[in-house]
């Protein structure tokens, strides 16, 4: 089978160009594993740099062929939007590589490769009420959206709070976002963002919050903005419990298809 290994390194860290070259070997057997569930991510030390690298898993059998032809990998699109993001000013931990390999035309493997970031804790835990000045952290985050992502034109289509990574400095919170690869560009209006705040899963007092405060940076209505951010929120709950679901009704008959062999 033909083999093909397509990679990208970030001007200047050229010198990790061969390192990258081999990434999949290096993955493999060598780092530190610190996530591990649908993706892997692990962090590895190189000379004074501590760089985080993503592994993507195998992608379905329609994306195998887009991903080529039509989309380009993960790996490719979170290194393209990061450069994208710094240049307008949004922080995401600095891209420095990605790797795909590609088998007989169709993609097997992703890489992203990012300097590692030292984050306190993640939007999760604030939403879970695990850590102090709750409120003030909310606030600045929703203002950090508003003027980072939305007067910028960036849509993150994967907004759910274990993205949002946050350092605690002083009396600052500073945001750094991650998961890059599904991303819109274009203008944003005060409907379209509302819907960044629909993945949270959090309860109705933090959602008032949220909208409220949002309202008040587009100068609207904060009523309305609660109204739509709550019917925002239940249908997302509700597409999740169908696709809960659908998913258990699907292992189900696999189940009872093994069992009829």
Known sequence: MKEKNNYQTAPEFQELENWVANLRVEFAQTGQTIFKSRNEVKIFGKGDRILNVKSFKFPNLVNRFVYVYFRGSKAARSFAYAEKLLKLGVPTPQPVA???????????????????????????????????????????????TFEKLHKNGIFHLDYSPGNTLIRHDGDEYFFSLIDLNRMNFGEIDFEKGLQNFRQLDTDRQTLELLATEYALLNEKDPGLAMKKLLALDQKNKNYRHRKMKWKSAFRKLIRFGRASE
């Open 98 to 144: 990605y790797a795909e390999y590609i088998r007989s035309g169709v993609l097997k493997e992703s890489y992203y490769v990012s300097l590692h970031f030292k984050y306190d804790f993640t939007l999760r835990e604030v939403l879970n009420y695990q850590i102090s000045e709750r409120d003030r952290i909310l606030r600045q985050w929703v203002a950090f």
